[in-house]
């Protein structure tokens, strides 16, 4: 009986630090594509790196990262300087929400499927709570908390969360409403959150559910803009880029890093227009005196040639390079 008891514990402990070794489908993120400067905490995050749940990722300025979701359809581009951080809560029932925290940065959110009643899904700033239950949306962030956010595709609510830029007994008043106290923006809409809006709440009369409801329709009307045909035409382009690995590729790491690299391959030329785009860099083509041709963003420093692919920076001297073609 001894024995059988010891080789339990041995079994439900191996079984435990299995477990606390996967990650689950819904707490960790990885890195389809990244560029420039990205850490977590003292480690370079790149491309097929993993972002755990509650991990944030800091970005330099002219970085740029595309992460999906475990096997959830969610994919996002982070751009800039930024500061993001993937939060995954658990509720009773297996109730579940996604929250993102953006301090500063750009991040599109490509939220291909509808977040089910038993689940929510927030994008939380400085100065806003973006909700959706499935969409294509923007969000940015200034270095002074202050945020615009648009959406291309279905629909957001807006709200505002318990910060320096709302008094605090300003934000009690709006939570007796909840459901109420929001901006619903469709396909098309941008809104920037100005000094004025908060001022409009912060003088407003927030006592009753009409009120409240009368105030955040005079601020719909007020504050919301319409997005260019070609500006929306320009976010789509790029929501394009921003699709799901099937869930296939989740099956091990090998498989997921292959599925990435594959990916990438599909994807060069959009990758590097977004690469130029962000470094403010030339993009072309080394012709090595080897046969072998490199795509990538190319920066010469002296003898030195250094070419950014969407995998990997090479250094190589300028006796290993034939030509240079810039395109």
């Not at 619903?184 to 559910?209: C, F, W």
């Not at 083509?285 to 950014?308: A, K, V």
Request: proline residues 5%; aromatic residues 8%; contains cysteine.
């Amino acid at each position: 009986m001894k024995k059988i008891v010891t080789i339990l514990v041995i079994l439900f402990s191996f079984y435990c630090k299995k477990a606390e070794q996967t990650p689950t489908e819904s707490t960790y993120a990885v890195a389809l594509f990244a560029m420039g400067k990205i850490h977590v905490g003292e480690k370079e995050f790149k491309t097929n790196s993993i972002l755990k749940e509650n991990e944030t990722l800091v970005f330099e300025p002219k970085s740029i990262c595309d992460l999906q979701v475990g096997k959830e359809e969610f994919v996002f581009r982070i751009k800039g300087s930024a500061t993001f951080k993937l939060e995954h809560l658990a509720r009773p029932n297996s109730k579940r929400d996604w929250k993102i925290h953006l301090t500063e940065g750009k991040f599109l959110a490509n939220i291909p499927r509808t977040i089910k009643d038993n689940e929510s899904f927030e994008t939380i700033t400085p100065t806003v709570v973006v909700g959706v239950r499935g969409t294509h949306f923007v969000v940015e962030v200034e270095k002074d908390g202050s945020s615009k956010i648009f959406v291309t595709e279905g629909k957001t609510a807006v709200s505002f969360p318990k910060s320096a830029f709302l008094k605090p007994e300003v934000f009690d008043k709006l939570e007796k409403f909840k459901g109420k106290a929001e901006i619903i923006l469709e396909k098309g809409n941008v809104i920037p959150i100005t000094k004025a809006l908060i001022q409009m709440i912060e003088s407003a009369p927030l006592d009753t559910e009409e009120n409240v409801i009368t105030l955040f329709l005079e601020i719909k009307n007020k504050f919301v803009i319409v997005l260019k045909p070609e500006e929306i035409t320009s976010l789509e382009n790029e929501f394009k880029e921003i699709t799901p690995l099937p869930q296939t590729a989740f099956v091990d790491e090998p498989t997921l890093q292959k599925a990435v690299t594959q990916r990438i391959g599909q994807q060069i030329p959009a990758l590097l227009n977004q690469m130029a785009k962000i470094s403010q860099k030339k993009k072309g083509t080394l012709s090595l005196t080897n046969g072998e041709e490199i795509q990538g963003i190319i920066e010469q420093n002296g003898e030195m040639f250094i070419i950014e692919t969407p995998l990997e920076t090479k250094q190589l001297n300028s006796s290993q390079v034939m030509e240079v073609d810039y395109n």
